[in-house]
């Protein structure tokens, strides 16, 4: 945008400095050919004079004397012809019958004034072509045809148009830097702050304002809305965060005292098929107190303001597999990992911990008891600057991958467009325990940190789950 807007004001300006300079150009090269051709009309009238004495008298010498120095100076031509257009003296050969110059010799013969000349441009090589009436008398005697190259006068209009030119280019210049770019950064400064806040948050980030001080009058009016709308949206938000927090935690007492009642009706059932339905309804329960648990969790996450802090990521992933290794070797199941080592990434404290945490869970339960890996990797980011390196060897605006994959039947595209959707499970998996909140709370808390949670099909089958994180900037790897 900012480029249109320049383009337009250069475009508005450039008109305005032509539409300045175009008629003084024309003016002063005006002036200074009417110059150049008033001292030939004076030559002419010299000539002329001179001419009437000797087509009068027939003795020329003098007057072919004279033309020859002229001619010789001023490397022009001249020719003296009589009343039949016969020529009485000419030092080099002058053709009459070339259009322009027997046009301007008639005019002459029939004494009538010389035309104004026409506008010579410094590429218009065209010659001043001026005859002038010989009279006694008042009848005419011949004429006087002088032809001048228009070099000296074609050189002074360049001269001219190049001054007017560079001033011009310098005005635009100066116009562009001290008018155009100043006033089109005060115009765009709003909307970029505008453009900016929206992003933020769509990322979520309701608290995020913009001033209302800067700016044209519209732009300010829509500043000021912008602040009322994010307001709103932010305390609708933090109603139902207060919602889900309080109405989870008002729901656990009563869950507590339902789970324990459940419990104590043990004792006073005696048939297998009652001692059956209790223990569905207690485990009915546990399952419902997980699903509060997650709710909490998750309003806790959306409600934290935690700023991303420098990670180990190799150390957190080496940590998080040898804590879970026990559980797969209980299931039978095998877990590697590749983590080469001093990788760094950014992320909110303990982020990693729990995505890790769900993805491990998720594959030990979903895997099918496939051989399960996880890999940490360095993966070019957009705005990757080549040549500036951080700690962990990482440049400034690369990702650090962490990936948790397994090889059993993996997802469906449709199901991974619905995956980490809030309270989301696989139809093939409502048997398999969970409360299909892991992956929503996983893709949160990653994504509040500046990262994301990608799912993709493994190969040849299976579910790859990938936490992108922002590498350590150099800056901040070469000071933490």
Not at 70 to 97: C, G, H, K, M, N
Not at 281 to 291: K, P, Q, S, V, Y
Request: proline share 5%; with cysteine.
């Amino acid at each position: 945008m900012r480029r249109r807007l320049l383009v337009i004001v250069l475009a508005l300006v450039t008109g305005l400095i032509l539409a300045l300079s175009v008629p003084l150009v024309r003016a002063t090269a005006e002036h200074t050919i009417q110059s150049a051709f008033i001292g030939r009309v004076e030559d002419g009238a010299w000539f002329a004079d001179m001419a009437s004495t000797a087509l009068e008298s027939g003795r020329t010498d003098r007057l072919e004397a004279a033309a020859d120095r002229y001619t010789a100076l001023y490397d022009s031509q001249v020719a003296v012809v009589d009343a039949d257009s016969e020529i009485v003296v000419a030092p080099r050969p002058v053709d009459l019958e070339e259009p322009q110059v027997r046009a301007v010799l008639l005019r002459a013969l029939a004494d009538r004034p010389a035309g104004q000349p026409s506008l010579v441009w410094p590429w218009d090589d065209r010659p001043f072509i001026l005859a002038e009436p010989v009279k006694r008398d008042g009848r005419v005697l011949g004429a006087v045809v002088v032809i001048s190259p228009t070099d000296r006068a074609r050189s002074e209009v360049a001269d001219h148009l190049t001054l007017v030119a560079v001033g011009s280019l310098a005005a635009l210049l100066a116009a562009l830097l001290a008018v155009a770019a100043p006033m089109v950064r005060w115009v765009l400064r709003p909307v970029h702050e505008l453009d900016r806040a929206t992003h933020e948050v769509a990322l979520g980030r309701l608290k995020t304002r913009v001033s209302e001080r800067t700016g044209a009058p519209e732009l300010r009016r829509l500043a000021n809305s912008f602040n009322a709308m994010a307001d709103s949206m932010h305390a609708s938000q933090e109603q139902q965060r207060a919602f889900v927090a309080q109405a989870s935690h008002q729901l656990r007492n009563p869950l507590t005292a339902l789970r324990l009642r459940v419990e104590n009706l043990e004792e006073y059932v005696n048939d297998d098929r009652g001692l059956h339905e209790l223990h569905i309804a207690a485990e009915e329960a546990d399952r419902f107190g997980e699903i509060l648990d997650g709710l909490l969790r998750m309003a806790r996450a959306e409600a934290s303001e935690g700023e991303p802090v420098p990670v180990d990521v190799t150390a957190v992933v080496t940590h998080r597999v040898d804590a879970w290794r026990t559980a797969y070797e209980a299931e039978g199941v095998p877990l590697e990992i590749r983590a080469p080592g001093g990788v760094r990434a950014l992320s909110l404290p303990d982020c990693l911990d729990q995505a890790l945490d769900t993805l491990l869970d998720n594959a030990l339960k979903f895997g099918d008891g496939t051989p399960v890996s996880v890999s940490v990797a360095r993966a070019p980011g957009r705005d990757s600057n080549d040549g500036r390196e951080d700690a962990g060897g990482g440049r400034d605006g690369d990702m650090v991958e962490v990936t948790v994959r397994d090889r059993g039947a993996g997802l469906t595209a449709e199901e991974m467009a619905q995956a980490g959707g809030r309270f989301w499970r696989s139809p093939r998996h409502q048997n398999v325990r969970g409360t299909g909140l892991g992956l929503a709370l996983t893709r949160l808390v990653v994504e509040a940190g500046g990262g994301e949670l990608r799912l993709a099909a493994a190969e040849p089958h299976g579910l790859a789950a990938t936490v992108r994180l922002p590498a350590v900037p150099a800056t901040l790897g070469t000071t933490t």
